[in-house]
């Protein structure tokens, strides 16, 4: 059977390339490090953005995931860390 379309996306499955960060520590759920919202990871010191934390596969997104975790770094080293993110 054939559908006329102009367009046609195909998403494939995608994986991390790297164990990085499971070897530090990194906690992984359902393929994916876990993370607040600005990329802290239960590992102290420890930041992910971009594809190995979202599903949302776009470079938008992996970019401002990576601006915000970059700020949060810069503050935990300013400041300190949230009491939240202290462990």
Do not use: K
Request: hydrophobic share 45%; charged share 15%.
């Amino acid at each position: 059977r054939t559908i006329p379309c102009e367009v046609f996306y195909l998403h494939p499955p995608q994986r991390m390339a790297s164990g990085l960060g499971e070897s530090l520590g990194v906690e992984v759920e359902d393929g994916r490090y876990v993370a607040d919202a600005d990329g802290r990871t239960g590992v102290p010191g420890v930041f992910v953005a971009g594809d190995v934390l979202n599903r949302a596969q776009q470079i938008a997104t992996a970019v401002a995931g990576g601006a915000w975790a970059a700020i949060a770094a810069n503050h935990d080293l300013v400041v300190g860390p949230p009491e939240s993110a202290a462990g």
